[in-house]
């Protein structure tokens, strides 16, 4: 929200109505039908950028389950029936040439542990504990961080969400029923945070580009209500089985919510992004030709898409990290989509040169590991 805006070429007032009102703007907190009832898989926000110092060091974001309450903190818990993935294109065709898994064994009501197990690149094999939330003290849990070889470390558990935007000032400004009030409607919810730092050449396959994503996928459940029933299984109620479902992807953080119908975003969910080209790239191509999209040319769309398919996140080591080349926690994905990728201006803002004046996260990052802030604590 620092670049003035162009009017030429602009987005329509109505355009920006129908995409910003439409979820939490550039962000994916529950903006599809399916994943609006499991939050345990839903990716909120997924970010790749370097280590500030140590270049040679990759760095993914996964955060899931939207909008923690700081008086249930401590009630947040990973899902021992997904399938947490990292996923790292090398060879530019939208299909995954290296992954990690993130799983988490069930969470122990009476000592209140939950562990993860995480399996990378070269058989590397990387277990830890998950950093418990909780609302007995006013200070965080310090965040427990797993190592493994070659300066791997993994972190897993509650963190400030780092996604910052006016969400109540795009409903009312759009609908014509108030204005932009520069207030970050995320401030003071948490996340549950997957941190995993790993070695640039671990997964680039020796390019200095790579195309990441993040999918959550889940198992079918099963309540086992006889608990002494089968031998090995004694008092697991419930227990998860059979191949894994995908319910939810991750890439660029605008897709979605602003060129997907919401018809068709849970199909979306569900695909994979060498699929794009073929399945959605005449999806955006319709609705970008709509004219709420006016003063986009023919050549401009084809851009768009040429960015937008395959939905990976993109990241050049050679060029500096701020989306769309990378995605830094303190980017401000709503301005550069509408600003810098788009390239279009709007006639609403809050102020010369920004949207909706929420530029900057309630609380700040960290320069290390796990970058994020820490989780906000109930007063």
């Known amino acids: 929200m620092k670049t ?85 294109d090398n060879t530019g065709d939208g299909r995954a040439d290296k992954v990690i898994d993130v799983r988490f064994s069930e969470f122990n009501v009476t000592t209140h542990v939950q562990t993860f ?22 200070f965080p849990n310090p965040p427990i961080i797993a190592e493994g070889p070659d300066g791997i470390r993994i972190f897993a558990g509650p963190r400030d969400d780092p996604f910052f935007v006016d969400t109540v000032g795009v409903i009312r400004t759009f609908g014509g029923t108030g204005r932009f009030t520069g207030t970050d409607a995320l401030q003071g919810y948490n996340i549950s945070s997957i941190v995993v730092e790993v070695p640039f050449s671990l997964v680039s396959g020796g390019q200095t580009k790579i195309g990441t994503w993040a999918v959550t996928e889940r198992q079918d459940t099963f309540y086992n209500t006889d608990l ?15 191949p894994f479902h995908q319910v939810q992807r991750a890439g660029n953080p605008a897709i979605k ?75 401000d994905a709503v301005d550069l989509i509408f600003s810098s990728i788009l390239n279009v201006g709007i006639p609403v803002f809050f102020a010369p040169g920004q949207l909706d004046g929420a530029n900057n996260n309630d609380v700040p990052f960290s320069d290390y590991f796990p970058y994020l802030a820490p989780p906000h604590q109930a007063p």
Not at 31 to 49: K, N
Not at 117 to 138: D, F, K, M, Q, S
Not at 317 to 325: G, H, L
Request: glycine share 6%.
């Open 117 to 138: 197990r995480a399996h990378l690149p070269r058989g590397i094999v990387v277990n830890g504990l998950v950093t418990e939330g909780n609302r007995a003290t006013p």
């Open 228 to 242: 002494s029933d089968r031998p090995g299984h004694e008092n697991r109620f419930v227990e998860f089985f059979g």
């Open 4 to 88: 003035p805006f162009r009017l030429a070429g602009s987005l329509t007032v109505a355009m920006l109505s129908v995409a910003l009102m439409r979820g939490a703007a550039a962000s994916d907190h529950r903006e599809s039908p399916l994943i609006q009832v499991d939050p345990q898989a839903d990716i909120t926000d997924w970010y790749a950028f370097l280590n500030p110092h140590d270049k040679s060091k990759l760095v993914m974001v996964l955060n899931v389950s939207p909008v923690h309450v700081t008086v249930q903190e401590g009630a947040y818990h990973f899902s021992p029936g997904v399938r947490y993935r990292f996923n790292i």
């Open 257 to 331: 919510v602003i060129f997907i119908p919401d018809e068709l975003k849970d199909l979306y969910n569900a695909t994979q992004p060498h699929e794009d080209p073929q399945r959605f790239a005449p999806v955006l191509r319709v609705a970008m030709h709509q004219p709420r999209f006016t003063g986009l040319t023919d050549a401009e769309i084809e851009r768009l898409i040429g960015i937008f398919t395959p939905d990976t996140l993109k990241l050049d080591v050679t060029q500096p990290v701020k989306y769309p080349n990378g995605r830094w926690l303190a980017d």
